[in-house]
């Protein structure tokens, strides 16, 4: 059900302090992670939110977790579709796209509907119907919104969790066997959905 305004993303970056974080067996085990998780948090460090959602390997640990959540999962699937169609190429294939989302999640009685702005999801359904048609910024300031939420709400949980644990502990030829096998899957599930925006022009909308 979308909910009243709110104040910006930018204005609402809390601040956080670690607790209850998971430990290794014996003190360097756990001050390791523990530093690891507290750079993670601040935005430095191998394992930021943004490299997590910009790695195979990562977001396949993030689902992971976002599955077990109770509305974690809706909002990380509107994130990597919304990010999916704004590199798409404009056509009537991208149009397409961009009404299954908004169906998916932000029109009334959507069956994975996101808690959003009434403001947010009015301007989306403007853009959709207008004369000129979306376009690949349809849906920039909602993923804005959801990439808020994912960053400073999810991600913080995720840090404590043993999906975390799981990932921290992968080797680095673990990881890029990971991420080579999970890149030729989605290479191979993009040439089946149509052509992208050209590498020369993309367009990706901020994530936060």
């Not at 040439?191 to 590498?199: D, E, F, H, I």
Request: hydrophobic fraction near 40%.
């Amino acid at each position: 059900m979308a909910s009243t305004s709110r104040d910006s993303p930018a204005q609402r970056r809390p601040s956080y302090t670690i607790a209850g974080t998971l430990s290794f067996r014996g003190s360097s085990g756990d001050k390791a992670l523990r530093r690891l998780t507290e750079e993670s948090l601040a935005g430095n460090g191998p394992l930021t939110f943004t490299r997590i959602v910009r790695s195979e390997v990562g977001i396949h640990y993030f689902r992971k977790f976002c599955a077990g959540e109770d509305a974690s999962e809706e909002t990380l699937a509107f994130w990597l579709e919304a990010r999916g169609h704004s590199q798409m190429a404009a056509g009537i294939h991208r149009e397409h796209v961009a009404r299954k989302i908004f169906t998916k999640f932000l029109d009334n009685g959507a069956t994975h509907q996101l808690a959003m702005p009434a403001g947010l999801v009015d301007a989306v359904r403007t853009k959709l119907h207008s004369h000129a048609g979306p376009d690949g910024t349809l849906f920039d300031d909602v993923f804005a919104e959801v990439s808020h939420t994912l960053r400073y709400d999810v991600f913080p949980r995720f840090l404590t969790s043993s999906h975390f644990f799981k990932l921290v502990n992968l080797t680095l030829e673990e990881r890029i066997r990971f991420d080579v096998v999970r890149a030729a899957a989605a290479t191979h599930t993009a040439a089946s959905l149509g052509p992208r925006v050209p590498s020369t022009a993309p367009h990706t909308p901020r994530l936060f």
